[in-house]
Nanobody, 125 residues
Framework: QVPLVESGGGSVQPGGSLRLSCAAS????????MGWFRQAPGKEREGVAC???????RYADSVKGRFTISRDNAKNTLYLQMNSLKPEDTAMYAC???????????????????WGQGTQVTVSS
């Protein structure tokens, strides 16, 4: 089992910002790609962003220019900075561990093997 613990979710008005964190432990964090996913009620899980071993990131079209994924290998922590939030960003957000030694990641849920419990993000006025 690979513990992944998310934090930073909450409620925010449209146009606001939130920063999600994902603390990892129990493995060589720096060697693995990581991703953020979200799932709204009644919808399928959606890949939001991923980051490879060397820091190259990929984003879903719906969040490009608004969200930034980053990683701090010294702290074994993954981040998702979310700006200009919209009501349609409302969902449960979860981090996940992807393949190791991967430079160019993909936001395909089936490629990720370990998942956190998630943190709720609600955007409403």
């Amino acid at each position: 089992q690979v513990p992944l613990v998310e934090s930073g979710g909450g409620s925010v008005q449209p146009g606001g910002s939130l920063r999600l964190s994902c603390a990892a432990s129990g493995y060589t964090y720096s060697s693995y790609s990581m991703g953020w996913f979200r799932q709204a009620p009644g919808k399928e899980r959606e890949g939001v962003a991923c980051i490879g071993e060397t820091g190259i990131a990929r984003y879903a079209d719906s969040v490009k220019g608004r969200f930034t994924i980053s990683r701090d290998n010294a702290k074994n922590t993954l981040y998702l900075q979310m700006n200009s939030l919209k009501p349609e960003d409302t969902a449960m957000y979860a981090c996940a561990r992807g393949p190791s030694y991967l430079t160019y990641c993909v936001t395909t849920p089936s490629q990720f093997t370990y998942w956190g419990q998630g943190t709720q993000v609600t955007v409403s006025s």
